[in-house]
Each structure stands twice: as C-alpha cells, then as structure tokens.
C-alpha cells in the first residue's frame, strides 16, 4: 500500500463518523504523526510504499478515532500556549479559549514578580503557560486528582519551569484555609480557574469524543447549581487576594450575566466579561480594591 492509498482509504473511512473537512484534519496530523510528514512532504511522498510497523501504528490510530477518541489522548499530548501538554484520562484537553484567558492574564499583569493561584489546574496547562510567559512568577496549581497532579508535574518537568502543585478539595475551603499554609498565611496578587461549568442539560448536545472520554468531574456541574464552584471560588479568592490583586475566571457562555453579578455581591470591582474569539461569553475578571 502507497501513502496515498492509505491517505485516501482512511478519509473515505473517517468522513463516515467525522465528516469530510474533520477527517482530513485527523488524517493529517495522523501521517504528521507516524510519517512526520507535513501536507506537502505527504503529497510528495505519495507513491512510497507504507511498511508493516507504520501501518499497524497507524492502523492503531484509525481505530481509536473510529471510537471517537480524541486524537489528543491518541498521541498523549498537545500544544498549549506553545507549551508541549500531556494529557490523559484524568485531564482536560485543554481548549483554544483557555488559550485567550492566558493572553488576557499575561497582558493584564503589572506585577515583576507576581504570586498567582492556579484553582483546578488538572494538566497544569494554564500556571505552566503562565510561569513560561511570566518567569519570575511564584505559582501554585490546586487541584482534587492526584493522578492529574501528578500529570501536571509531568508537565511542569517537560516544560522546564518550576511550579509547585499541590491536591485541594477546593470545595471544602474552610478546612484547607484552616490547615493549609499555603493558603492561609499566602495572599495572591493573581488567582484564575477554570472550574467544571457544563450542566447536565448542557451534556446532551456534546460531541461523543468529549462526552465519552474527558473526565467528567472537570466537566460538569448540576442544572439546578450551575455555579457550584464559582460561588465557592469567589468568595474564597476575596479572602486571599492582595489588595489590588485580580480573579480570572473561565465561564459558561450562558452564564456572563450571574457570574457578573457573583461577582459583585462580592465586592469586586471593574469587572469585565469578556468574549473569545468566536463571540461566546467565556472569561471574566473581577478586581479586590
């Protein structure tokens, strides 16, 4: 079998299950994969011949995206921020607006060597972009899994920057404020997060590749609580923050109206919501005065 055979057998293949324009996407970055080859080296290399390992490793491939894997977990990493993110079961694939509140992050901060909280940082994708882009940093990364924490070291190492990651059940902080050092006695001129903010209405319209792999604990949060977390988290974030410091927050794009509102009924002030770059309500940014 030549390249092109198998380009062109598996897109008739996936086009089934991903449609035309998508299945083209996975095959490339599939042939990136296991012939590293890019679109041009791929139409140059049409007629060689595919040996027995490649085609088992790529044949391996197809299958999984036949079960509606996600490609990232496929592979076991992608790209954030140009950092290089493992991901696993137990982690997120991080998203291109997480992207966007890391760039509003880096463009907001004022501080030479700020000390920032990173609240459900599963991959660690955010406070690893953040210390790469921001280097005199001091960042800590929360987070429930102990298998993501230990993914995010992973990262951490892989990445070359130093953040200290530790477990939190951020959902009982009276207790981690009583016990925990590194949040009692800390105050923080930046706290951000991304907590689960998919209700379970939400989950009926998603895509199999998320809803039968990401984990659903990072996901979602019940229709009648659908700020579960944030009315947690701000609060909590209040107490911690220096004067001056600043909360970002990652948000359900139905939702900018309450979570504006939570946030000031807990007095933060110049308060913005933000749209990502396909027009949803996705970020927001409130400020301890």
Known sequence: MTVKELFDDTISQLTNFYGENEAQSLVYLSFKKIFDYNKFQLYQNSGTLVNKKQLVNFNNI?????????????????TFYNCNIKVNEHTLIPRPETEELVEWIVESNTEHKPK????????????????????????????????????????SKLNQVK??????????PAKYLMNEKYLMNEKYDLIVSNPPYVTEYEKLKMKPNVLNWEPHSALFVPDNDPLKFYKVIIPLAWRILK??????????????EEIHQLLLSNHYSNIEIRKDLSGKYRMAKGIKL
């Open 62 to 78: 197809s299958h999984w995206l036949k079960q509606y894997k996600p490609i990232q977990y496929i592979f076991e990493e992608t």
């Open 116 to 155: 920032i909280l990173d609240i459900g940082t599963g991959s660690g994708c955010i406070a690893i972009s953040l210390k790469k882009l921001i280097s005199n940093a001091i960042i800590t990364g929360l987070d429930i899994n102990k298998e993501a924490l230990k993914t995010a070291n992973e990262n």
């Open 163 to 172: 953040v200290n990651f530790k477990a939190c059940n951020i959902l009982e």
């Open 243 to 256: 004067p001056g410091g600043s909360l970002f927050l990652e948000i359900n794009e139905n939702l900018p």
